[in-house]
């Protein structure tokens, strides 16, 4: 195809060069011979299907203590959709580890001294040792190698990565065993809470979203009882070291027990963290699936502790942020030692309240904590709609530049959309269906009134201001202020309410199967006969909806029509699919 349309072979060359963004590839190619366009998308075709897909990212300013629990939420949904392929997902050692130049410093070097106190500063740096060597790499740059960097591409398995995961977070958890610390300069979900790091900040939601990855994964081992794993050597030691330390703790748990495990726990992650910095070395241990299991149930004991002690008493939600103050250091040739910290909580926040029901298992506790919220200083009781946290009036100026915004505004006191309705779809996974419907009508953004909402009711925003806000012209109105996931959280609700929870299972003969189990109200049903004009694929089609109707697509190409003539609420016990009928459209 090359020589045919006249490519030369310096042309063709650049088709290997690392890197080379292939858009502008393909322009440097079009002009130079002369391709017509289909020769062009042949050419793409062409590329595509000789390619090799490479994973890469460009370091950025710290990491995001919750940017790694967006991995479970990617694990669940492809449960939901090939509950029948995780057996093989266990079995496949075709996974990797990114390799970064960006190191996180030990205590000893991010610890400082400054005004009169200890700050955490500068922990997230570039080690130019290690750029140098990612960069030597002719190709797969940002894969991890054995021989500590100098050998072949690591390949591994899930397990191995979950585990890497679970250990470097058990590791990691606050002097007082409860929120995930923020060691990399930066915080969590909410940006503006920037200020935090650098004073000892910890997250509870991280706690709770570490556990939800235990959980998961007791439940995959549990359910293919693979006999062994391998796993990295450094790993594998890791895990023994903190399995012990945990278990130390457990049997005298108490807070001098708990700076104790922070501070070896810590020694034990530090001393990992230099010996695996330029790689592994390509060692495999394996392990028995009880083992692992009991290791598992072990950190969920420690874990479940934690998620008990950040419980409010007074006002009976979740804690979701702690400031870790040192009270009792040495400084010995600049290097600091802190022996005793004291804990403060920051306010409460609407997002330590969603991964509360994370992991919340019974139903009749659940209901509580929603009543709970509803009752708290987190509802906007004007605009019947959930604020991003609490008053932050008596906070520390410290702990960001959301103290610095006008309440109501931008991420201090507002209805920030993504995480209202990361709340709201929490309460239609946990099966609270009657609660979910009673707030659908006050928070989705198609139900509010476009006059208040100032704005189309078809978008949503970053952002409605509050009712704190001083202004009171614009409570209620949307704002832009950035990207907002919300839409996300939007699709994952539709698809739960249209299909339900779980359409795709394996049965007892381990066959995969399909159900309909809709979460719909009775008035989402067409009250009269309707014609309407639907896309099947890229087609568009009329389509004739009969009365007490509901539809949605599947697939995209695969019409759902539900009948409902006694128009109940399809969660009600009474409710159930008497039939199904398969047509076919021609």
């Not at 690392?18 to 502008?24: A, L, M, T, V, Y």
């Not at 750029?131 to 991890?144: A, G, H």
């Amino acid at each position: 195809f090359l020589c045919d349309k006249r490519v030369t072979f310096g042309m063709a060359k650049n088709l290997f060069v690392f890197n080379r963004q292939i858009g502008n590839l393909l322009v440097d190619i079009r002009k130079k011979a002369k391709l017509s366009q289909n020769d062009v998308a042949k050419l793409i075709a062409f590329l595509v299907i000789n390619s090799e897909k490479l994973f890469d990212a460009v370091p950025g300013e710290g990491y995001w203590v919750d940017h790694w629990t967006y991995n479970l939420d990617l694990l669940e949904r492809f449960e939901e959709i090939y509950p029948d392929k995780i057996g093989d997902l266990l079995s496949e050692n075709n996974f990797y580890y990114y390799d970064n130049e960006h190191i996180i410093r030990p205590r000893s070097q991010r610890y400082v001294y400054e005004a009169g106190k200890i700050m955490q500063y500068k922990s997230y740096i570039s080690d130019q040792k290690k750029k140098q060597l990612i960069e030597s790499r002719y190709e797969y740059q940002r894969y991890v190698r054995t021989k500590f960097g100098y050998g072949e591409v690591y390949k591994t398995n899930i397990i191995d990565k979950m585990l890497c995961l679970i250990v470097n977070k058990i590791a990691t958890l606050d002097p007082f065993g409860k929120g995930v610390e923020m060691e990399a300069d930066r915080p969590g979900w909410n940006d503006a809470l920037n200020g935090l790091p650098g004073i000892f900040g910890s997250s509870v939601c991280e706690t709770m979203e570490l556990k939800r990855l235990i959980d998961l994964l007791l439940g995959w081992i549990g359910r293919y009882k693979i006999n062994s794993y391998e796993l990295t050597k450094e790993i594998y030691e890791f895990m023994v070291k903190i399995n012990e330390l945990i278990k130390e703790n457990l049997k005298s748990y108490s807070l001098k027990s708990n700076f104790n495990y922070w501070d070896k726990s810590n020694t034990v992650k530090e001393e990992y963290r230099e010996k695996t910095k330029f790689g592994v070395s390509g060692d495999k241990v394996s392990i028995n699936n009880h083992t692992l299991y009991e290791f598992l149930l072990l950190c969920r004991e420690k874990l479940n502790k934690s998620i008990k002690e950040s419980f409010d008493e007074k006002n009976l939600i979740y804690h979701t942020y702690y400031i870790n103050k040192p009270k009792d250091y040495e400084i010995d040739d600049g290097k600091i030692k802190v022996n005793r910290f004291e804990q403060y909580t920051v306010p409460a926040f609407l997002e330590g309240q969603v991964h509360a029901f994370r992991v919340g298992t019974k139903k009749e506790n659940l209901i509580k904590l929603y009543k709970y919220v509803k009752n708290s200083n987190l509802y906007d009781t004007t605009l019947k709609m959930y604020k991003t946290n609490a008053s932050l009036e008596n906070a520390s100026d410290e702990i960001g530049r959301l103290k610095a915004f006008t309440p109501g505004w931008l991420e201090n006191e507002s209805i920030f959309l993504h995480m209202e309705y990361k709340y709201i779809l929490e309460l239609l996974k946990k099966g609270l269906y009657n609660e979910f419907y009673n707030e659908l009508e006050n928070v989705l953004i198609p139900f509010i009134d476009p006059r208040m909402y100032g704005r189309s009711i078809f978008e949503n925003s970053s952002f409605l201001a509050s009712s704190v806000n001083p202004n009171k012209n614009i409570w209620g109105q949307g704002f832009v202020a950035r990207l907002s996931g919300s839409t996300a959280e939007f699709i994952n609700m539709l698809t739960i309410m249209v299909f339900g929870k779980n359409p795709f299972y394996l049965d007892e003969s381990n066959k995969l199967k399909l159900q309909f189990k809709p979460i719909l109200k009775e008035y989402l049903f067409t009250k009269e006969r309707q014609e309407k004009e639907i896309y099947f694929g890229e087609q568009k089609r009329k389509i004739i909806l009969e009365e007490n109707t509901f539809a949605a697509m599947l697939f995209g190409r695969l019409l759902v029509i539900y009948k409902n003539p006694n128009r109940i609420d399809t969660f009600n016990e009474r409710a159930f699919i008497k039939s199904i009928k398969i047509l076919s459209y021609e």
